[in-house]
């Protein structure tokens, strides 16, 4: 059995249960369950800032990694070795195809970009070292600017970290993690090991799209409008 993913290292006897796969750009109404609050983003957690925001999801959206007592992968791009509840682990980390084209192409587009992962800081600080070498990534959010939800897992409030919804966007493979604010949602394929991935490609070609746009809620709906009429 595969161990639990990062975010689920406090509770390491209970997998996480695979959410199902919403398709690219197609926004998740999901209401989200009562929640307890864990360390809650404070309003306005992130400095000002007058550029359109891209929040980026860490685990199963940029990476996958492996740990545990099973064999390492046949594929992976680097290792990492955290200390976690006075533990040391070793995490094997796959890279998503075009994650390295992605952060290029926003290093030479005026987007702030911003990991927001429910991993812990331990763990995803160190994966980040590894895959932005170039500072491309301004500011990093990790499991306590997060929302714990009752039934267990996470979501994530956009409202309440000092950024106007209107220049939003949050790109993740967890419908729970973007149900407080599906409209500023663009979901992803949840990535393992598929090495003929392309989802990052498409977010690429969005990126033209959302510079067009002032909402960035209006450029996703076109988003997704045009890619509906090209499918028919």
């Given at each position: 059995?595969?161990?639990?993913?990062?975010?689920?290292?406090?509770q390491?006897?209970?997998?996480?249960?695979?959410?199902?796969?919403?398709?690219?750009?197609?926004?998740?109404?999901?209401?989200?369950?009562t929640?307890?609050?864990?360390h809650?983003?404070?309003?306005?957690?992130?400095?000002?800032?007058?550029?359109?925001?891209?929040?980026?999801?860490?685990?199963?959206?940029?990476?996958?990694?492996?740990?545990?007592?099973?064999?390492?992968?046949?594929?992976?791009?680097?290792?990492?070795?955290?200390?976690?509840?006075?533990?040391d682990l070793?995490?094997y980390?796959?890279?998503?195809p075009?994650?390295?084209?992605?952060?290029?192409?926003?290093?030479?587009r005026?987007f702030?970009?911003?990991?927001?992962?429910?991993?812990?800081?331990?763990y995803?600080?160190?994966?980040?070292?590894?895959?932005?070498?170039?500072?491309?990534?301004?500011h990093?959010?990790?499991?306590?600017?997060c929302?714990?939800?009752?039934?267990?897992?996470?979501?994530?409030?956009?409202?309440?970290?000092?950024?106007?919804l209107?220049?939003?966007?949050?790109?993740?493979?967890?419908?729970?993690?973007?149900?407080l604010?599906?409209?500023?949602?663009?979901?992803?394929?949840?990535?393992?090991?598929?090495?003929?991935?392309?989802?990052?490609?498409?977010?690429?070609?969005?990126?033209?799209?959302?510079?067009?746009?002032?909402?960035?809620?209006d450029?996703?709906?076109?988003y997704?409008?045009?890619?509906?009429?090209?499918?028919?």
């Open positions: 059995m595969r161990p639990p993913p990062p975010e689920d290292l406090r390491p006897r209970q997998i996480k249960r695979h959410q199902k796969w919403v398709p690219s750009l197609e926004p998740h109404r999901a209401t989200p369950t929640t307890t609050t864990v809650p983003p404070s309003e306005g957690a992130l400095p000002p800032s007058d550029k359109k925001t891209l929040f980026l999801d860490l685990d199963e959206t940029l990476i996958h990694s492996w740990t545990g007592d099973t064999p390492p992968p046949e594929k992976y791009d680097f290792v990492v070795h955290p200390r976690i509840d006075g533990q070793t995490f980390v796959l890279k998503r075009g994650v390295d084209e992605l952060l290029l192409e926003l290093a030479a005026d702030e970009v911003v990991v927001f992962t429910a991993g812990l800081e331990a995803a600080s160190l994966v980040l070292d590894r895959i932005d070498r170039t500072g491309v990534i301004t990093r959010l990790y499991r306590d600017s929302i714990e939800l009752d039934g267990g897992g996470f979501t994530k409030d956009l409202g309440g970290i000092g950024r106007d209107k220049r939003v966007v949050i790109v993740d493979d967890n419908p729970n993690a973007y149900a604010q599906p409209e500023n949602a663009v979901p992803v394929r949840p990535f393992v090991d598929d090495l003929k991935d392309t989802e990052l490609k498409g977010l690429v070609e969005f990126l033209e799209v959302l510079e067009r746009f002032e909402d960035t809620r450029a996703i709906a076109y997704r409008l045009k890619n509906d009429v090209k499918e028919r």
